[in-house]
């Protein structure tokens, strides 16, 4: 247990120390020794809980369990690689005087700010809290979005704030709704507990639980970044500094989804209909397909890969919604390799956008011939998060196929369909970036790209084999989420 | 459901519930920024007021603190800093001319009528009276975002947004007597950071575009034109 607190621990000393030390010229780096030490104590967690089983702290505050470990691993493992990639990056950034020492000390101390709320969004058993830790997030994050300061990112950060702050209002709707079903069984301290709640799901209000999950889906929704909800979601990625997209889409999106999750495992016990899967599946198919085809008509780097994450959300709602072993199997599998696929992206996509000092599509060019390691870095990139064998993402997205055909055989044409859109989109941008003809002056830029090239490893390897203690995390994740194995 | 024949506390809790679903209804039709500001802080005093009185028949302490943060946060600082906001920026003599009144009082009513019609299915497991005051809660969550959407003005977006959290604020105490403490300080602590940052924000929107008129924010698309 003591490795839970720690976890949450360390980024709340990240907080306050990045706040008060004032800008020194090795904050990035100790940015980089703080995400370490939060890794080491998830990893020691992972442990625990592969010893112990499902671990509740004593005063039921924190839940530990398969589901969540392995997202709190991945969730600190991308924050690591990012803020190895972010040191280099904003210090670029400052050189050509977008940003000064004030604002580096406001991201900084942010960072560590959005890895708490991320951590503790994963960690709490109480949904009060996690609703708390989820606004916090928001909270964290929308300075970072303005952090240049120009008409646009400001635009974008009052989006993204009016947005997710309204949208999450109604997650809180949802939680004061699920509360007062629980408040009717059992008493009142704990009634919010999930731990709890999930033991007596069978006797909660099922006409309540309905309407509740309803608000739970638009409210974590938003943050997901479900269509119709999304607008927000490509302004925040492409007006803010890299780093920052690469966590939002890696870590911030497949949290939302956990919360939603979450509250589906209790909603499904109580009603016994599959009322919340096909709201999830309805709302997942919808952005999937919007998105996809919204990929053709991007202007902006950024902009295009987060229409690419919320097609990526919208298969894994879709795949929770279907519910049984395989599908959430592969909706498991398929946040972890998003999530390191696409920050891996966000890495490469923020240095080709400093070689050629512009986010614009058309603009950049003749990237490998500047720079190869760029220029691959994000073809290879594409290639996996486009659903190319022999990566993760093709594996994923491959299951869910199955489960659909297996399931609803009639949405399967509509899957590939959306599939194939998707990649033509990706394409058609990519392809004249990496391998067109190189501007005149465009020099290469100083970049650290062990991030991209861990992240793709792991991708490719998952692609080839999945690891076994992984397998068997999955799996037990997924006995605990639908009930049975998929092995 | 005879009115006459429930307790004192019934009776109070419905009046107030009517009397913040009323104050939304003002918000929404007020082109003014500063009586805008004054309805709000009047809908946080009576939400303070409804944590008060069920704090006081329920005899349950740490509501007091809820009714305590209320005050504070909804009442006194958050309007507090809307009105230097609307002074500073000489936006108080202005009249926003809002477009399709009518319509939008008109629509507010239905939201109203809709609200009563989701949570329909609750009276079945409790009563009329929760069902009266779930359904005020959540038409002043519904009204707070038609007021966002009705009006222009970088201020009344954050009434708006401030008054969504009111009716949340009030289903939570209604309904279930509050959240477990550690919630509700964790869902203040929120509302607080979020009040700071708008502060921040009205700084920004004014240094950018030298308005606090959020229309002009239009710079970014879905697609590109």
Redesign the interface.
């Given at each position: 247990m003591i490795a839970a607190y720690l976890v949450l621990l360390i980024p709340l000393v990240g907080i306050v120390f990045f706040a008060f030390a004032g800008h020194r010229t090795d904050t990035g780096k100790l940015n980089v020794r703080f995400n370490s030490v939060s890794l080491l104590a998830t990893i020691w967690l992972a442990i625990n809980v592969l010893n112990q089983g499902t671990i509740i702290s004593s005063g039921k505050?924190f839940l530990i369990d398969p589901f969540n470990v392995y997202l709190i691993v991945l969730t600190a493992f991308v924050g690591l690689t990012t803020s190895i990639f972010s040191s280099p990056y904003m210090a670029h950034e400052k050189e050509i005087g977008k940003l000064n020492d004030t604002r580096l000390k406001l991201y900084y101390s942010m960072y560590q700010g959005f890895m708490l709320a991320m951590y503790l969004v994963l960690t709490a058993n109480?949904m009060?809290?996690m609703?708390?830790a989820m606004?916090?997030a928001t909270?964290a994050t929308?300075?970072l979005v303005?952090l240049y300061?120009?008409?646009?990112s400001?635009?974008?950060?009052?989006?993204y704030?009016?947005l997710c702050?309204?949208g999450i209002?109604?997650a809180?709707?949802g939680t004061?709704l699920l509360?007062?079903a629980a408040?009717?069984i059992g008493d009142?301290?704990n009634?919010?507990l999930w731990s709890v709640l999930y033991e007596n799901a069978e006797q909660l209000?099922p006409?309540?639980l309905?309407?509740a999950f309803v608000f739970l889906l638009i409210g974590y929704g938003t943050k997901i970044g479900l269509v119709p909800l999304h607008?927000w979601l490509?302004?925040a990625h492409?007006?803010g500094p890299t780093p920052m997209s690469a966590v939002l889409s890696g870590l911030l999106l497949n949290d939302a989804l956990y919360a939603v999750v979450r509250n589906k495992m209790l909603v499904d016990g109580a009603t016994h209909s599959n009322m919340a899967g096909y709201l999830m599946m309805g709302f997942g198919m919808l952005s999937f397909l919007v998105a996809a085809v919204?990929l053709h008509?991007?202007?902006d780097i950024k902009r295009l890969f987060s229409y690419s994450s919320i097609e990526h959300m919208g298969i894994m709602t879709f795949a929770f919604g279907i519910g049984g072993p395989l599908a959430t199997f592969a909706a498991l599998l398929h946040m972890t390799v998003h999530s390191l696929t696409k920050s891996a992206i966000f890495v490469t996509v923020g240095h080709a956008a400093q070689v050629a000092g512009t986010q614009s599509m058309d603009k950049i060019r003749g990237l490998i011939k500047t720079q190869p390691k760029i220029g691959w870095g994000l073809l290879i990139g594409t290639i996996s998060i486009a659903g190319f064998p022999p990566f993760g993402v093709f594996t994923s997205e491959f299951l869910v196929l199955l489960a659909t055909m297996h399931s609803y055989p009639w949405l399967t044409p509509l899957l590939l369909l959306g599939i194939g859109i998707a990649f033509a989109g990706l394409f058609r941008h990519i392809q004249p970036m990496v391998y067109g003809d190189k501007p005149e002056g465009q020099l290469p830029v100083k970049a650290n790209l062990w991030p991209v090239m861990i992240h793709l490893a792991l991708v490719l390897w998952m692609g080839l084999a999945i690891p076994g203690f992984l397998a068997n995390w999955f799996s037990q994740a997924t006995i605990l989420i639908s009930g049975s194995s998929p092995l | 459901m005879n009115i006459a024949e429930l307790d004192f506390y019934t009776q109070a809790i419905l009046s107030l519930a009517a009397l913040v679903g009323l104050t939304s209804f003002l918000m929404l039709g007020q082109g003014r920024l500063l009586r805008l500001v004054f309805v709000f802080a009047l809908q946080g005093f009576l939400l303070t007021l409804t944590t008060g009185l069920a704090a006081y028949s329920l005899n349950n302490h740490h509501l007091y603190i809820s009714a305590v943060l209320t005050l504070v946060l909804k009442v006194i600082f958050i309007p507090w800093m809307l009105r230097r906001q609307v002074l500073h920026m000489n936006m108080h003599r202005d009249v926003e001319a809002l477009n399709n009144n009518t319509m939008v009082m008109l629509g507010g009513a239905s939201l109203m009528v809709f609200s009563y019609y989701?949570?329909h299915?609750?009276v079945?497991?409790?009563s009329v009276v929760m069902l009266n005051a779930?359904a005020v809660?959540?038409s002043v969550?519904l009204l707070?975002?038609l007021l966002?959407i009705s009006h222009r003005q970088?201020v009344a977006?954050v009434v708006g947004?401030m008054s969504?959290?009111n009716?949340?604020f009030f289903?939570?105490i209604v309904?279930?007597?509050g959240?477990?403490m550690?919630?509700e300080l964790?869902?203040a602590?929120?509302v607080l950071?979020?009040a700071v940052?708008?502060g921040?924000?009205f700084f920004?929107?004014r240094t950018?575009?030298d308005s606090l008129d959020?229309d002009l924010?239009?710079?970014?698309h879905?697609?590109?034109k």
């Open positions: 505050a109480n009060g809290i609703w708390v606004e916090g909270l929308v300075l303005s300061r120009t008409p646009e400001i635009e974008a950060a009052w989006k704030f009016i702050g309204v209002a109604q809180l709707f004061i509360y007062y408040v009717q009142g301290d009634a919010l209000n006409e309540v309905e309407i607008s490509p302004d492409s007006e919204l008509r991007q202007k | 989701v949570l299915p609750i079945q497991s409790s779930l809660s959540l969550v707070g975002m966002m970088a977006h947004f969504i959290e009716g949340l289903a939570a309904a279930t007597n959240m477990p550690v919630v964790g869902v602590f929120d950071v979020a940052l708008f921040i924000f920004h929107i950018s575009i959020v924010l239009n710079k970014l879905e697609v590109d």
